[in-house]
């Protein structure tokens, strides 16, 4: 990203324990200014939420504590740990009526914050319970209790009463309830799907992205197998066993470089997206051949190393930003509010564990050897991953998120979704440009006035063809006589760097359709920091864009993306477009191939798209490796099965 902006920190390897620690030192720091006199709140900025202001600088306050109680129950100290002190007393007074956070409703945004304090407490008590008063004890119970008779969301957010009422229990409160800790946890594991993975909601919601992972469920498993393992032992190693096989899932999401595949929600709290290997190793689960602890250890390192280095996660005072690798309020949901990227400081629950922790101990090792060049059917998140040629995407269809949130489509929708190109969003309402329709079908029928996308995927399944090949087929209905089926190819070795798309646009009314379907989004400008010029065929020059009757190619320090039209009938335009500024998560200024196509009548139209991506090696992007035009042209062929229906 081309930015004159430096890092608020100096230079860090991030390979020791101490290392890690002074990179949280680093974002505890900078909040200190933004403290109330009481600690209780840390007010960062004034962009709203659909919650209170209250709530919002309790927000500021506790998710630094996954850090710092990391921090504490490591051995380590932190100078300005009597701030957390000093909040815990006022925030829960209700007569300091500038401090106090108020008292929880139900479906509060305040629960969510008491996960948090209740971990904070269960492995720092030393350090952030034993020094307060008894008042101020009682006053925390109280608080923290009171969440016990609130309505919650049938979703991960029963686990965050589950560790309120797990720290009170820590310390002895009499304001934790058990029975209430048991019906919860009883329910919770209602969401147990198999192999590893949890839903984030009851039955009918298909719905597996980092919430089931690192942000919220499996982490909550591993810790609270650790904390409960006396009290609770069978329901602990239940869960131990169910992180052994998730592991063997999850570690397809992330790239060597030490990039998570960006999906979903809540993309803004950044590294906690790979604090699963952290968890891990917080409860000393030793995970199966080839996850070795230099291998997690290097999971959970190289992802710290990547957020470390990107200048725009962080104001230049060093308090993080609102968005992803840059500031971006598109992407953001109604309940981000200044102080919610701190639910990153879940990566630092490895400091919790001792220098002899064999996590530390061992060597750092690089990906897997055994795991790269592979494709990784993942059935129950109805993923396809897929690192063949240097690439880490997932192949996606049949997820959704369970009520509506914003940018819905594009967060689980796409077609792909890429570690190194992200996913787009919308900024408007009408143009493609807007629309950030990056691997995306898109359909119009007021030409080109509006355009649906994918969100309510349906019948999504795994078919199987010949040499053990399977690909992603389902449903979408953009108008009720409107079916669109699609099936979803991986890459495979001899063109490992494609993967293709065939639909079937079925209109029963004979309306005239038009339709654009974006490859993945890259890097749009050259080396002089300019928009990228076109050139004069498809590898002329390694920068640049390419555009033709059925074909779109772009090229830059990213590396090199493009689409090409395999269509039997249909044809279509191809269109190196420029989206709008802030429309992807990774760049802010991005060029998308894009195929653009015209469909009429009611018979079936078959168009089949060839979708291309190679990113730069190594995270300096110096442009595509040498060589790949040859995978250029090596264009990939439909599935004998997938053919038979379209000739049919």
């Not at 306050?61 to 380590?76: D, K, Q, Y």
């Not at 981000?336 to 701190?342: C, F, I, L």
Request: proline share 6%; hydrophobic share 35%; net charge negative.
């Amino acid at each position: 990203m081309d930015s004159l902006h430096n890092l608020p920190f100096n230079h860090n390897p991030l390979e020791t324990k101490d290392d890690v620690a002074r990179f949280l030192r680093c974002l505890l720091d900078p909040l200190e200014r933004h403290t109330s006199l009481g600690g209780a709140r840390v007010h960062l900025g004034y962009t709203g939420t659909h919650y209170d202001h209250h709530a919002a600088e309790l927000e500021g306050f506790s998710r630094p504590l996954w850090g710092l109680s990391s921090l504490l129950a490591g051995g380590a100290s932190y100078a300005g740990t009597e701030r957390w002190v000093r909040g815990f007393d006022s925030g829960t007074d209700p007569k300091n009526g500038k401090e106090f956070w108020g008292n929880m409703r139900d479906k509060d945004q305040r629960m969510v914050e008491c996960s948090a304090i209740g971990y904070s407490f269960a492995v720092a008590k030393e350090k952030l319970w034993d020094p307060l008063s008894e008042e101020a004890k009682e006053n925390i119970g109280k608080w923290l209790g009171g969440m016990n008779d609130k309505e919650m969301p049938n979703t991960n957010w029963l686990w965050f009463r589950v560790f309120a009422n797990l720290g009170l229990s820590k310390v002895g409160s009499p304001y934790f309830n058990s029975q209430r800790m048991k019906a919860d946890m009883d329910h919770l594991d209602t969401f147990y799907i198999g192999d590893g993975w949890s839903r984030d909601g009851p039955e009918g919601v298909v719905q597996l992205d980092y919430y089931s992972s690192s942000f919220a469920i499996q982490t909550a498993q591993l810790l609270y197998s650790k904390l409960m393992k006396d009290e609770d032992p069978k329901r602990c190693e239940e869960y131990r066993d169910r992180a052994r096989k998730f592991a063997l899932d999850f570690v397809h999401y992330f790239d060597e470089e030490g990039r998570a595949i960006p999906f979903g929600r809540s993309l803004t709290y950044r590294f906690a997206m790979s604090c699963f290997w952290s968890a891990v190793a917080v409860a000393d689960v030793e995970l199966p051949a080839p996850l070795t602890w230099g291998v997690v250890k290097g999971l959970q390192l190289r992802n710290l190393r990547y957020w470390f280095n990107q200048p725009g996660a962080y104001n230049t005072d060093g308090t993080l930003t609102i968005g992803f690798v840059y500031p971006n309020h598109n992407i953001t949901e109604n309940y981000n509010s200044p102080g919610s990227p701190y639910w990153c400081c879940k990566a630092f629950l490895c400091l919790s564990l001792p220098e002899t922790h064999p996590f530390w101990t061992s060597k750092e090792e690089p990906f897997p050897p055994s795991l790269k060049n592979t494709v990784k059917v993942l059935y129950k998140p109805l993923h396809i991953a897929s690192n063949i040629g240097g690439h880490t995407i997932i192949l996606s269809s049949g997820q959704q998120c369970s009520y509506p949130v914003k940018q819905g489509p594009a967060k689980y929708g796409k077609l792909a979704y890429s570690s190194a190109f992200g996913y787009s969003v919308p900024v408007g309402n009408g143009t493609l440009e807007e629309l950030g329709g990056d691997n995306t079908l898109a359909l119009s029928d007021d030409e080109g006035e509006t355009w649906k996308c994918r969100r309510d995927t349906r019948e999504a399944r795994f078919e199987k063809g010949d040499g053990n090949l399977e690909w992603l087929r389902s449903m979408w209905y953009p108008w009720k006589d409107v079916e669109v089926e699609t099936w979803l190819v991986p890459p495979q070795k001899d063109t490992p760097l494609w993967h293709l798309r065939v639909h079937r646009i079925r209109s029963r009314d004979g309306r005239a359709i038009d339709s654009a379907e974006g490859g993945f989004a890259i890097y749009g400008q050259g080396d002089d920091g300019r928009a990228l010029a076109p050139v004069s065929a498809v590898g002329s020059d390694a920068y640049g864009t390419w555009e033709s009757k059925g074909m779109a190619w772009a090229g830059s320090k990213a590396g090199i993306v493009g689409v090409s039209d395999l269509s039997p009938t249909s044809s279509r335009t191809g269109t190196a477009l420029r989206t709008d500024a802030n429309t992807n998560l990774i760049v802010p200024r991005a060029v998308l191939p894009t195929l653009r196509g015209k469909h009429e009548g009611s018979s079936d139209h078959w168009i089949v798209t060839a979708v291309f991506a190679l990113p730069s090696s190594g995270l300096k992007e110096q442009g595509a490796r040498p060589g790949w035009l040859a995978d250029w042209e090596k264009s990939p062929i439909v599935p004998k099965e997938i053919h038979k229906l379209m000739v049919d």
